[in-house]
């Protein structure tokens, strides 16, 4: 059980590239959620989705794409990259099952993006 | 929006108890969670507690949940050099984390020898 998989684990992009990050969980969860974490930041959501086809903005969603067209893949999407969103990534899952269990959030170990 | 405050250093004995505070503004939070990340590393969760619950305790960890004031706190027993982490407090709305969690911006646990 693989859990929530993410990549790539690091990547360096040039201002103006553009690039998808890869999340994928193998848990039949019903709701995937991005977050950006930034040194003394905390952790910040950028966009939510509760199931397939249904995505939704969160704190800070601009800048960046997100679509769910398969319950397990959740993708994330930079469409012009910027110096601001230099940053760690991380996906995470969740599902109803999971609210009373003693793992309700599931977290991917993240993405170690920078943007020259 | 809703926030989530925590103070950001906390500095300790090895030990030591250690305490660390966190306050919400969401009061239909269902899940209060504690996470620990160590350097370089990813998210571990270390416990969290249900809204109708006052305490919750797991070997060396305790957490306190005051409803009314609106105020998490975790503490740590005999504390260890092993425990030296950012330690994130976070919500999860009325939504059970379904539509995301709210993270306080960490608190830093400083071990002294």
């Known amino acids: 059980n693989a859990g929530v998989t993410q990549t790539p684990k690091f990547q360096v992009l040039k201002t103006g590239q553009s690039m998808t990050l890869q999340c994928a969980q193998d848990m039949n969860h019903e709701y995937m959620s991005w977050y950006r974490q930034d040194p003394g930041m905390g952790l910040r959501l950028i966009h939510y989705s509760v199931g397939a086809g249904i995505t939704d903005q969160g704190e800070v969603p601009n800048g960046y794409n997100v679509s769910r067209s398969t319950t397990e893949d959740f993708p994330l999407r930079l469409l012009s990259a910027a110096p601001s969103q230099t940053s760690v990534y991380f996906c995470?899952?969740?599902?109803?099952?999971?609210?009373?269990?003693?793992?309700?959030?599931?977290f991917g170990d993240g993405t170690r993006l920078s943007i020259l | 929006g809703e926030d989530v405050e925590q103070s950001l250093f906390l500095s300790v004995r090895e030990g030591d108890s250690s305490v660390i505070n966190c306050t919400y503004t969401d009061s239909s939070s269902t899940y209060l969670y504690w996470y620990k990340q160590e350097p370089g590393a990813g998210l571990q969760l270390l416990t969290y507690?249900?809204?109708?619950?006052d305490m919750k305790q797991d070997q060396r960890l305790t957490v306190l949940l005051n409803k009314k004031d609106k105020h998490l706190s975790l503490r740590i027993a005999d504390t260890q050099t092993g425990d030296s982490a950012i330690y994130f407090c976070a919500e999860s709305g009325s939504g059970g984390g379904a539509d995301g969690l709210t993270f306080g911006k960490g608190t830093h646990l400083i071990i002294q020898p």
């Open positions: 507690i249900f809204s109708n619950m």
């Open positions: 995470a899952s969740t599902g109803e099952r999971e609210f009373y269990s003693n793992q309700p959030q599931h």
